[in-house]
């Protein structure tokens, strides 16, 4: 392999590596925007800590811009009832 070819593999992975870190660093960004908009906990990755009404366990979820987490559905009664939750500031957290 020439030189030319391994400097380009190696840029091009080089960038495939750096534009993977920046979208993690920019999820992590908004997970944590929205937790803290919510005033819930948050673990080390930004994700809200709290516990699903539906499953009755802990969680890290992200939240999307309504305050619901990755996990909603909205045909389930206990999902609609932790979107409330939250939005009341009374969901059981960890």
């Known amino acids: 392999?020439?030189?030319r070819r391994r400097l380009e593999r190696?840029?091009?992975t080089k960038l495939?590596?750096?534009g993977r870190q920046y979208e993690e660093t920019k999820r992590a960004y908004t997970d944590a925007k929205s937790a803290t908009l919510a005033n819930l906990p948050t673990d080390g990755e930004g994700r809200a800590?709290?516990?699903?009404?539906?499953?009755?366990?802990?969680?890290?979820?992200?939240?999307?811009?309504?305050?619901?987490?990755s996990c909603y559905d909205p045909e389930h009664p206990d999902c609609q009832g932790c979107v409330e939750d939250i939005r009341e500031n009374r969901i059981e957290t960890w």
Request: hydrophobic share 40%; glycine share 0%; with cysteine.
């Open 49 to 69: 800590r709290i516990v699903c009404r539906r499953y009755a366990e802990k969680r890290a979820v992200s939240l999307d811009s309504d305050a619901r987490p």
């Open 1 to 3: 392999m020439s030189n």
């Open 10 to 12: 190696l840029l091009r």
């Open 16 to 18: 495939h590596a750096v």
